[in-house]
Structure formats: structure tokens, C-alpha cells
């Protein structure tokens, strides 16, 4: 097992770049084979992968992507590997494994030990044995031994973990104290079986004196003082004990992106452009909304790819300025307001979880702040609830200014934050790494398996279409996905005669066949959730038309968020425990849609950041009383009405925007089910979300309470 960096002046074979040209080897030698991309449905590792497809492709090496929405589907793409596993040599893990135990045989440890994984994930903390472990070795006889090598993609993090790694090597190679006795007499023996020989009889007699005696005492000497060194005592033990266990309990938090990673394998190539840069940004954006990261990480990734901005892209030139054809990325600063370049200046604040908490908008008092604010501003209702890019220019142009002046008098002084925005040339204008990820997140979570109703464009605030609405639908649109010039190989997606993919929400037609199994919906014969990936995968990518009709979707996904956040603060449905606030969700008209856990951690993020400010102190003091550092846990349960489960996501606020708590929750999750004996399952690989029998709900939230008292 080993760490690599993306530059390594001590050993520069420790490296991504000579890393990937092993992997090119191992390519050439077996050139029937193909490289395994395991890619969970999350948006830094779509990222992630399509660099990785670009470079591979560019490389003239087969891949093969496979989607793994959670661990049981990584067991079943696992042992359809294993299948083929003389014909494999390179696996890649995406936002994958960090916590596996990769060579344990309920994982990769019945691969032959010529298969390396690779691991390239922002989660932490890592798998010790991934990290410090010896790496497998041949057998006498030349044979290889199961258990593949592990390949930790690291950001510098590993180097961080010296007492961590101290602790492994004493606790993996170390002898324990109260073996002493057993080691003296192994050495012993060993004596008495060196210093006598067979005669040819069969019987013993000792050995000759001289230099081979000479040469077996040293060799003893050695033995004694090597056991003396590895031996621990049981105070040492269990300090080394303390140090592992409190590893794996520091709680989730996140590094590099899965997708800065591969940026920077391309930067280390000399092969990095645009695209590549984009995809890049987009994994740093998505961490920093959905609060992986802090803010300080955040500028410090913004400003290294601010300078590759800067080196890739031409300065503006007044004969440029303005071209529909220009694709660079520019730097922007961006409000936090929800997809406001698609939406309208009223709609985009209200849908704004940062307005939300300092304006409490799910009051009527609060709507009339905001009414307030934009009067002041000088604009009427009607004016806010036209579509921002049909607003007058002169409008929008003085809006920065005038926010900046009006905004601070009701808390509001933190609605910006520096990004990026991509051009699309004429199929669609610029557009920022928030919008994107909307766009491409929402169809992870609905493109198929739920029903919403989407407002079409030139709706509200446009014109005769005004108010306007229709059923989301990918396949009637003709705008649904996988052209024939994206399919990867031996995917997972099935395609229509003519190339496209049959991808859309669920409707009464007589066309749509809609079954259930253990891993979601099935829809025409195929899982929803492969159909989501394979849509969000080409959106992020080259098909512009699919990530252009997205964006209503992320509309009425956010609407659906806010409308669920604000019933659930206006009826005072939060409970408050000891050590977190809790909010089960029985009902409502978009029950379903909570049911998908990226869709439900958003609202919990959402409920978050609406109360940040709003939370009583004396529950304040009682949430962090267990912590240096305030924080404001949140658990969410919502009832899948098709399974009859609830869905379970707790997330660790901080008490101020841009602040990150490492999540607990997984670890706590598990002691809640050992304690109440609760049927649970990890449908994710997010820790912090487990899917709960619904009759077992309640013994488990009450064992989740007393272990967190505890």
C-alpha cells in the first residue's frame, strides 16, 4: 500500500503523473484489457471521471465506467469483476473507499495482487491498512498471493498522520508485552534447533564449533535485541489503541476534490485546457455549497485555479469582447442567490437559504422585509419577477451596488462570493459553476423516478406564457441524454434504435414500465438511478441542450426544498433532543422526491443554514457541549412510502457561514443501530445517511440520543 502526491521532490515515482504512466504499461502489456472506473452517482466524482475519460481516451486506452450508487452495489459490480480478474489490471475508485478495508475479503481481497486500486477520494478519514499497510508479495514459488496493491491519490494529507501511523506500525508489526515468555522460548528453541544436527541415523548431535557458531550467536544476539525493540507494553498498547480509534472517530470531513485531483494529474502531463479546468472548478464548487469544505479552503483552491484561469485564457480584447463564440472561463463574483441568471431577482432571494435565515422568510413578516429591500431598491414586484436576463439593463447593472448599500441594514452582508462562469458559445449563454452543478444535480436526483412539474421557458414574468407549467419529461423533449457518440463502453445504459436514451419522469402512459426492486426504481427495464447517472454524466460534459433543459428542473427542485423547509419552521415541527434537532417527515406532495438522500441532505443543509441564526441559546450550549466549537447537528428522517423505510441524514452545522464541524454521524449511526437493534441499511456511500425500517425509526433516533448523551 502506498501514498502518492501530485509532486513528490523526495521520491519522484511516488507521483500522479508516473503513477498514471504505470498504469499506461500496464495497458500496453495487456492490450485487451480495460481500465475500471467505479463512479458513485455524486457530483465531484462525475467530475472527476470525465477528466479521467478525456485523458484516457486521449491516451488510446479502453475504460470502462460502471455507476455504484451505494455499497451493495459495489458488491455487485465487485464480483462481476472478479470474474474476469486475470484480464484486469488497474481499478479507480472515485469519492470511493476511503474507509474500506480494500484487502479484506469482503472487498477487492480475492483479486490476484498484479490488480492495483487506485483511490481518489476528498473524504476523510482514510483506512489506515490503505495507507501503512504491507503491500501483498509473491509466494516461494513465484505464484501471486491474493490481495491487490492500494493507491492512495493523496493531497498531503497522509503526511499529516505521524502518531496515526506510529500507532498503526507498533499495533500491525509491534509484540505484545505479555508474550515475552512465548518469544523466549521461541528463541530457544530456535537456539536448541541450531546448535543440533541429524546425524545419519536420525538422531541429534551437536554442532561443531567455530565460525558457524560464532555466526549463530550473533544471529541469536539480533533476534533477542529486534523482539526488544517491537515489544510494547500494554500501556503503549493502549495508547496505540486510542490513537487508531480516535482516527476513525474524528468525524467525515473532506480534502482536495476528487476532481482537483485529476486536474492537477493534467497539469502534471502538460495536457490541461478549459474543459478540463471547468470540471475541475465545478468539483471545488460543489464541496464548497454543499458545505464540505470552509471557506479558507475554498480561496485556497480558488486561487490556484484563478491563476490557471489566467494562463489558459487570454486576456478580453475589445474586438473579443462580446462573441458568442467565446468558450473561455472567466472569474466572477456570484451572488447567493438561487439560480438567479435562470429565475427572477424576487424568486432566487426567496429560495436562498442565507435570505431565508436572516429575513426568517417562512413568516409573512419576513416576506415583507423583503419587499421592503427591493422597493428601496427601486424596484416594483413586477419588475423583481421578471426573468433577470429580460430585466432592464440598467437594472441590473446597478444591482451589485445597490444591494452592497441596502442589503447590511437587514444582516445581509455576505451575498457574494468569488467563482467562475463558462461561455457555451450560441447554445447557451454564460453560466456559473452553481447554475451547472443545479442543473446536473437535479437530474442525479429526478431526471427519472419522481414527478415534478416545470415552468417553461418564457413563463413567469415573460409574457402571453406567463404561469405556465408541464411535466417534466427528458424523452418528450428529444433532448434525453446519451447521443451515440457518448457511450462508453459496455455501459450500463441502453439505448432506443435511433441513439437516444430513453430517459424522463415517471408519468400514466401506457409506454412507461415501472417495477421496484432492493436498489430502487426500475423503469423500462432499467434502474432509475443508472438512468440519472448516464443524463448528469453527458450534461456535465458535451451535451450543452440536455444541461440547458436542466435547469427548470433544478427550479422546481428548489422550490420544493424551500416549499418542504419553510412547512416544516412555520408548523414547528422541529424537535429539539439534547444534542441535535430532529424532523421526521411523514406526508406532503413532495414526499417522494425527499425520498432520493442527495435530495433530502440538501433540505437538511437548507433547514441548517435557515435557523443558523435562530437557534435558542440554551440549545445552543446543550448541542456543543460535547465539543470545543459550537455546532448545531441536524437529523432529518423521511418515509419512503414505496419501501416503507425512512431515509436518515444528519448533518453537523456550524454556527457561521463558511464554517465546517467534522460529521459524527456515521459513527453514531452505527451505535444507534447496535443499541436498538434497529434493520438498517447503507443504500450510500455517505456515512451520514442510513436507511431505517419504519418500525425500528423510533427505537433508533431514541438510541441515537442516549449514545450521543453518552
Not at 521520491?11 to 499506461?24: A, E, K, M, R, V
Not at 484516457?56 to 452495489?73: C, E, H, K, M, Q
Not at 421592503?372 to 451596488?401: C, F, H, V, W
Not at 457518440?485 to 412507461?512: F, K, L, Y
Request: hydrophobic fraction near 35%; charge should be negative.
Amino acid at each position: 500500500m502506498v501514498f502518492i502526491l501530485s509532486q513528490n521532490p523526495h521520491n519522484p515515482q511516488l507521483t500522479y503523473s508516473h503513477t498514471y504512466d504505470q498504469i499506461l504499461r500496464e495497458r500496453r502489456l495487456a492490450p485487451d484489457s480495460s481500465v475500471i472506473l467505479l463512479v458513485p452517482p455524486e457530483l465531484d466524482a462525475l467530475c472527476a471521471a470525465h477528466i479521467l475519460t478525456t485523458l484516457f481516451f486521449r491516451d488510446d486506452v479502453n475504460l470502462r465506467t460502471i455507476p455504484v450508487a451505494g455499497y451493495p452495489s459495489l458488491q455487485t459490480a465487485k464480483q462481476e469483476l472478479l470474474q474476469s480478474a486475470n484480464q484486469l489490471h488497474t481499478i479507480i475508485l472515485l469519492n470511493i473507499g476511503s474507509l474500506l478495508d480494500i484487502t479484506s475479503e469482503e472487498w477487492f481481497g480475492e483479486f490476484p495482487s498484479r490488480v492495483t486500486i487506485h483511490i481518489i477520494d476528498s473524504a476523510r478519514p482514510f483506512e489506515l491498512r490503505n495507507l501503512f499497510g504491507a503491500p501483498p508479495l509473491p509466494t516461494d514459488d513465484g505464484e501471486e498471493k491474493l490481495g491487490p496493491r492500494v493507491v492512495i491519490w493523496d493531497d498531503g494529507h497522509a503526511e499529516t498522520l505521524k502518531e496515526e501511523r506510529a500507532a498503526f506500525d507498533a499495533m500491525e508489526y509491534g509484540v505484545d508485552s505479555d508474550s515475552e515468555d512465548d518469544s523466549e522460548e521461541d528463541i530457544s528453541d530456535s537456539e536448541n534447533e541450531e546448535d543440533y544436527e541429524e546425524d545419519e541415523n536420525g538422531g541429534r548431535k551437536r554442532r561443531r564449533s567455530g565460525s558457524d557458531d560464532g555466526s549463530q550467536r550473533r544471529r541469536r544476539r539480533r533476534t533477542r535485541e529486534n523482539a526488544d525493540a517491537q515489544r510494547l507494553s500494554r500501556e503503549d498498547r493502549q495508547h496505540h489503541r486510542m490513537v487508531i480509534a480516535d482516527h476513525y472517530n474524528s468525524g467525515t470531513h473532506h480534502g482536495q476534490s476528487a476532481a482537483g485531483v485529476a486536474y492537477m494529474l493534467c497539469v502534471a502531463r502538460e495536457c490541461a485546457d478549459n474543459d478540463l479546468l471547468w470540471l475541475a472548478i465545478l468539483g471545488l464548487t460543489h464541496q464548497y455549497l454543499s458545505s464540505s469544505i470552509t471557506r479558507e479552503q475554498y480561496d485556497h483552491f480558488y486561487e490556484i485555479f484563478n491563476d490557471e484561469v489566467a494562463r489558459l485564457n487570454p486576456p478580453i480584447t475589445n474586438v473579443a469582447r462580446g462573441r458568442g463564440d467565446d468558450a473561455g472561463v472567466r472569474p466572477s463574483t456570484e451572488f447567493r442567490f438561487t439560480l438567479l441568471q435562470k429565475w427572477n431577482l424576487y424568486d432566487a432571494m426567496v429560495h436562498s437559504g442565507y435570505v431565508a435565515n436572516k429575513l426568517a422568510l417562512w413568516k409573512e413578516e419576513g416576506t415583507k422585509k423583503l419587499s421592503r429591500i427591493l422597493t428601496k431598491m427601486g424596484l416594483s414586484i413586477q419588475q423583481s419577477q421578471q426573468t433577470y436576463i429580460y430585466m432592464n439593463a440598467d437594472l441590473r447593472e446597478k444591482l451589485p451596488d445597490q444591494l452592497e448599500a441596502i442589503a447590511p441594514e437587514s444582516g445581509l452582508i455576505e451575498l457574494v462570493y468569488p467563482s467562475f462562469t463558462k461561455s457555451f458559445g450560441n447554445e447557451m449563454p454564460r453560466t456559473c459553476a452553481a447554475d451547472v452543478l443545479a442543473g446536473v444535480g437535479a437530474l442525479l436526483e429526478a431526471a427519472r423516478g419522481v414527478k415534478l412539474t416545470v415552468e417553461v421557458e418564457g413563463g413567469k414574468g415573460g409574457g402571453e406564457l406567463f404561469g405556465s407549467e408541464k411535466i417534466w419529461d427528458l424523452k418528450k423533449d428529444g433532448l434525453g441524454g446519451r447521443g451515440k457518440e457518448n457511450i462508453q463502453p459496455n455501459s450500463e445504459m441502453r439505448t432506443d434504435g435511433e441513439g437516444a436514451a430513453r430517459v424522463g419522469a415517471i408519468e400514466d402512459r401506457p409506454d412507461v414500465n415501472v417495477g421496484m426492486d432492493d436498489d430502487g426504481i426500475i423503469i423500462d427495464g432499467q434502474k432509475a438511478w443508472i438512468q440519472n447517472f448516464w443524463a448528469a454524466f453527458d450534461a456535465v460534459g458535451s451535451n450543452t441542450a440536455l444541461l440547458r433543459k436542466s435547469l427548470p428542473l433544478a427550479i422546481s427542485l428548489q422550490r420544493a426544498i424551500v416549499r418542504q423547509g419553510c412547512a416544516i419552521l412555520s408548523k414547528r415541527l422541529v424537535k429539539f433532543y439534547t444534542e441535535f434537532r430532529y424532523v421526521k417527515i411523514t406526508e406532503g406532495p413532495d414526499l417522494a422526491t425527499f425520498a432520493h438522500p442527495s435530495t433530502l441532505t440538501r433540505l437538511t443543509l437548507w433547514l441548517v443554514e435557515a435557523t443558523r441564526d435562530r437557534i435558542p441559546k440554551v440549545h445552543i450550549a446543550r448541542m456543543s457541549r460535547r465539543s470545543k466549537k459550537a455546532s448545531y447537528p441536524f437529523v432529518v428522517a423521511c418515509l419512503n412510502e414505496r419501501t416503507g423505510t425512512y431515509v436518515v441524514v444528519g448533518v453537523t452545522g456550524a454556527p457561521e457561514m463558511g464554517e465546517v464541524r467534522k460529521n459524527h454521524f456515521g459513527s453514531a449511526f452505527i451505535e444507534a443501530k447496535q443499541r436498538s437493534h434497529a434493520r438498517t441499511r447503507h443504500g450510500t456511500f455517505t456515512t451520514s445517511v442510513i436507511e431505517v425500517n419504519g418500525s425500528d425509526l423510533a427505537a433508533f433516533i431514541d438510541a441515537l440520543e442516549d449514545g450521543c448523551e453518552g
